[in-house]
Each structure stands twice: as C-alpha cells, then as structure tokens.
C-alpha cells in the first residue's frame, strides 16, 4: 500500500480554506493531520483548533499522517474554519485507529461485477495458468473513466464527493458507497456540509482522471461496466488474461478485453448492427450471444458441406 508513496517523501497538496481561494502547500508525506492544521492556521492567522480536514467525503482527524489518508500527489484538500461544534462529531470522520483507514479511493464498487467463477464459453476456451498482465494503478483503483481531455483513453479514475446544495467538496458522508447505484443514482447517501452557512446534505458524487491533476470542474464518464480483473477470467473472444476488462451485463458475465472490444464496436458499426435500446440507446448484445450465433453458423455450414460431399 505504501509503494506508491516510496517514490516522493513529499506530497503536494492545494488547499482550499473555506472552500474560497486554493493555494499549493509542500509538506512531508510523514506530516500529520493536526501539523497541517497549525500550518494552515499559521498562514490564515485563525486558531488550528477550529480547523476540519476533509478530504474525499471524509474529515481527517488529527493523528494521522497524510500518507495513510491515501492523499494521492496534488490532491485538492478542503479545510474549513467551524467556530461551533457538529452535533454529529462522528460523521464521517476518518478514524486513526481500528484498523486500516478506508477512504473513498478505497471503496470497490464491482464486487459483484466479475463472475464468480469462470462461467459460459470463457470456461471453454480457458486451458492456460493466468497471469494477468498487471499494472499497479488497475490494482490500487477499482474505477475506469473515460478521459477525454488530455489522455484521450481509458484510464483509472478518482471517486470524489461534493454537498449537492453548495458543490463544495465540504461534505462528510453518513456511511461509503458500496455499489455502482449509491454513486451513480442520485440522493442515495447523505452527510453533513462543513461549509459555513450552508445545510446541505445529500451527497453527490463525480468522478476524475486519477492519471494527472485536474481541476475542479475537468469531471470525467465512469465506465461501470470496467473493472481490474481481479480474478484472472480470461477474454471471452482472444482467451488472453487482461486487466481491465469489460463485463457485460449479460446472465453470464462474460469478459472481454478492451482490445477485443474495440475491435467488436468497429466491425459492429461497421456492419450497421448496433441495437436500440429504449432505456440506453443505440447498444450492443453481449459478444458470447453474437459468439453463440457464429457457432452456430459454423455448424450450419459444416453439415451442408459434409452432406454435399455425401451426395457427391
Ligand atoms: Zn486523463
Ligand atoms: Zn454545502
Ligand atoms: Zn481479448
Ligand atoms: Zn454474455
């Protein structure tokens, strides 16, 4: 867990206070909550101990240190000043002790999304060990976005959080989203809003390209439908083992490749075989349907030509 941090020992962190103007702030990635509270309080000129850290849907408490708060490189992290005390102390709050904290960049959405074992043709075609050819961000996020600013492809994703009243990133959620519906159905989760004057609570969640910084407003498309292959299931259509990988929504939950898949949306609108859907538009069947019916046809013709060459 610690490896992505071996590689810098300082973090570069924008700071929001009060949700108003953002400034960078250098600090050690050994540097605890409560330090970057005095050192906020020190450049505002406000007492540290009326401070909150949040980060992600969660407040920092004072006793952890920056790098098991999973605060990535130049992450936006808001401080807000609370001159009176929450009636809910608790909400939200990042614990120090208790086990490993888990913070948003925590949460995995796909448990049920890969297939418990390798059921349907992938299972037919599976006679090779896995080793699925891993890279270490797939392992540390279990979210795919589509970036289409500068990365122009499909890459790991940052889950954030922000009160639906103000669209500041000053809530504290009540309880983590377990699955793809709390994030991408609205008001599922609410919070509690640190911001002054505001009394929001519900949750609203977007998500970002975890590739490089991005600003407030650079969100990006989560692609549900794309997880870390963690159980090693090979593509449906080149048996490969890859990671990520495209899981339909089909009974099977059958696996795919995002080479494969590419290549299945090309030659599909190719042939003009892209289907209506009246809740999500023009779509696709699962490749193992489309499989199932070429198999078919192989058959088909194996017979005529076995009974032409019987009459023959
Ligand atoms: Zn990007
Ligand atoms: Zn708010
Ligand atoms: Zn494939
Ligand atoms: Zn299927």
Known sequence: MTSKYKEYNTALLFVRFNSSHGFPMEVDSDTSIFQLKEAVAKRQGVPADQLRVIFAGKELSNDLTLKNCDLPQQSIVHI?????????????VLPSNGGEPKSLTRVDLNTNLLPSDSSGLAVILDNKVPTPSDNSDAKYSSFYIFCKSSCQAVKP???????????HGTLTLARDPSCWEDVLIPNRISGICHFQNCSGEIAEFYFKCGAHPTSDSETSVPLNLITTNSRYIS?????????????????HHHVICLGCFHLYCVTMLNNRQFVHDPVFGYSLPCVGFIALLYLLCLIFIERAIMMWWLRC
């Open 235 to 251: 593509c449906i259509t080149c048996t490969d083992v890859r990671t990520p990988v495209l899981v339909f929504p089909c009974i």
């Open 80 to 92: 807000v000043q609370n001159r009176q005390k929450s009636e809910n102390e608790n909400c939200g």
């Open 157 to 167: 994703g940052k889950l954030r959080v922000r009160c639906k009243t103000c669209k």
